[in-house]
């Protein structure tokens, strides 16, 4: 497995290749495909299309992919590689009904599923040694080191997650009705919320929640409100931004160990609970008078670093995707804890569909025995 090439799409030269790969990323929202052909320089890019979601199944997927082809105008039968990032993936064989749903409909081709988080990964760093984080409407990480691919289950609240948007949004609701009724601090997060959501007070505001004019979607969204009063100075919401970053960096540090971990065993041991941060543990002791003259120091706010983290070589990539890093706080303080585990935080430049073509130009081609199992090196998805 070679190094990160960084953030530029590569076409890697191969052999010129018989019959079509396509790249697909299966999200909730939408499905992007792209159809790619062989030529003298490798894979080329044909046509692509946005299609409905694919998040309810493998035949929301078919279903999804079927449409944009047939508008395409690519018959299935000609594709011979098919690539597939799909939401949803959270624990290890949620990929099987997917593979065989898009085997089916791609009966010639050499079928590979992932999860979306790693088309993030390949977008953004290659199939070289990597991290990403995704912060968008939930929280994600997944790492590709020395042992495979490592990725959690990320469902939320059920496998102990933090830190997403949707959260975000509904601790600013959490936040204004307290400090409405006084049971909470004062914020500057009440007004905001209230005008965002046209609501009199907060009483009203879960009253529509409950009855649903106001959607979950909507509570999500505010998200956004948390960074903006985070950015003027509300302790609320900078208290809110500081905890998000730090669960970002602990659910970080979980991928790393168990893609870089000499020993699996340490790295299981080292996913006690107490070996993880907890919630809201993110500020670094300051410099004191006794850390000796030119000592490295670390900002204040920086999340600290799990006992158990491994280190990892010093520039490897960390892509970070989502909506929550459009805050230059939250970025700037995740990317912060990311340096101290070892890693060069960048931002996604490209569209992860676009990382699942990287994929297909990088490996192997389908001549190859090994291309006929999985484009993805070391794909096994380490246990939980």
Same mark, same amino acid.
């Given at each position: 497995?070679?190094?990160?090439?960084?953030?530029?799409?590569?076409?890697?030269?191969?052999?010129?290749?018989?019959?079509?790969?396509?790249?697909?990323?299966?999200?909730?929202?939408?499905?992007?495909?792209?159809?790619?052909?062989?030529?003298?320089?490798?894979?080329?890019?044909?046509?692509?299309?946005?299609?409905?979601?694919?998040?309810?199944?493998?035949?929301?997927?078919?279903?999804?992919?079927?449409?944009?082809?047939?508008?395409?105008?690519?018959?299935?039968?000609?594709?011979?590689?098919?690539?597939?990032?799909?939401?949803?993936?959270?624990?290890?064989?949620?990929?099987?009904?997917?593979?065989?749903?898009?085997?089916?409909?791609?009966?010639?081709?050499?079928?590979?599923?992932?999860?979306?988080?790693?088309?993030?990964?390949?977008?953004?760093?290659?199939?070289?040694?990597?991290?990403?984080?995704?912060?968008?409407?939930?929280?994600?990480?997944?790492?590709?080191?020395?042992?495979?691919?490592?990725?959690?289950?990320?469902?939320?609240?059920?496998?102990?997650?933090?830190?997403?948007?949707?959260?975000?949004?509904?601790?600013?609701?959490?936040?204004?009705?307290?400090?409405?009724?006084?049971?909470?601090?004062?914020?500057?997060?009440?007004?905001?919320?209230?005008?965002?959501?046209?609501?009199?007070?907060?009483?009203?505001?879960?009253?529509?929640?409950?009855?649903?004019?106001?959607?979950?979607?909507?509570?999500?969204?505010?998200?956004?409100?948390?960074?903006?009063?985070?950015?003027?100075?509300?302790?609320?919401?900078?208290?809110?931004?500081?905890?998000?970053?730090?669960?970002?960096?602990?659910?970080?540090?979980?991928?790393?160990?168990?893609?870089?971990?000499?020993?699996?065993?340490?790295?299981?041991?080292?996913?006690?609970?107490?070996?993880?941060?907890? *919630? =809201?543990?993110?500020?670094?002791? +300051?410099? %004191?008078? &006794? $850390? /000796? @003259? #030119? !000592?490295?120091?670390?900002? *204040? =706010?920086?999340?600290?670093?799990? +006992?158990? %983290?491994? &280190? $990892? /070589? @010093? #520039? !490897?990539?960390?892509?970070?995707? =989502?909506?929550?890093?459009?805050? +230059?706080?939250?970025?700037?303080?995740?990317?912060?804890?990311?340096?101290?585990?070892?890693?060069?935080?960048?931002?996604?430049?490209?569209?992860?569909?676009?990382?699942?073509?990287?994929?297909?130009?990088?490996?192997?081609?389908?001549?190859?025995?090994?291309?006929?199992?999985?484009?993805?090196?070391?794909?096994?998805?380490?246990?939980?």
């Amino acid at each position: 497995m070679g190094a990160a090439k960084g953030s530029t799409l590569t076409n890697t030269q191969h052999a010129p290749e018989v019959g079509l790969s396509v790249a697909i990323d299966g999200g909730n929202s939408k499905t992007e495909v792209v159809v790619l052909e062989g030529g003298p320089d490798g894979l080329v890019e044909r046509s692509r299309g946005i299609g409905p979601g694919s998040g309810a199944g493998p035949q929301a997927v078919v279903a999804a992919v079927s449409a944009v082809l047939r508008d395409l105008g690519i018959a299935p039968a000609d594709v011979t590689r098919a690539s597939a990032a799909v939401a949803g993936l959270d624990f290890p064989g949620d990929e099987d009904g997917h593979r065989a749903a898009l085997a089916e409909l791609f009966r010639r081709a050499a079928v590979e599923v992932v999860g979306d988080a790693v088309a993030v990964l390949d977008a953004g760093a290659g199939l070289g040694h990597a991290l990403a984080v995704v912060c968008g409407a939930g929280l994600n990480a997944v790492a590709r080191g020395p042992h495979g691919l490592a990725t959690v289950p990320a469902l939320g609240w059920p496998s102990g997650d933090w830190g997403g948007g949707d959260e975000l949004g509904r601790e600013a609701v959490r936040a204004a009705a307290r400090a409405e009724d006084s049971r909470g601090p004062s914020t500057s997060l009440l007004p905001l919320v209230l005008a965002e959501t046209r609501a009199a007070d907060t009483v009203a505001l879960a009253r529509a929640i409950r009855d649903g004019s106001v959607s979950m979607r909507q509570v999500g969204s505010l998200a956004s409100l948390v960074a903006r009063a985070a950015a003027d100075g509300d302790t609320v919401a900078s208290d809110l931004i500081a905890r998000a970053a730090a669960e970002a960096v602990a659910l970080a540090s979980v991928v790393a160990r168990r893609a870089w971990a000499a020993d699996p065993a340490s790295a299981e041991d080292a996913d006690a609970p107490d070996a993880v941060v907890p *919630p =809201g543990t993110s500020v670094v002791p +300051p410099r %004191t008078a &006794a $850390v /000796p @003259p #030119g !000592t490295a120091v670390v900002p *204040p =706010g920086t999340p600290a670093v799990p +006992p158990g %983290t491994p &280190a $990892v /070589p @010093p #520039g !490897t990539p960390a892509v970070l995707a =989502g909506g929550t890093f459009s805050d +230059p706080g939250f970025r700037d303080t995740v990317s912060a804890g990311l340096r101290r585990l070892g890693f060069d935080p960048r931002p996604l430049e490209f569209r992860p569909v676009d990382g699942l073509v990287r994929a297909l130009r990088e490996a192997p081609t389908p001549a190859s025995p090994e291309a006929h199992n999985h484009p993805h090196p070391n794909p096994e998805r380490t246990p939980r």
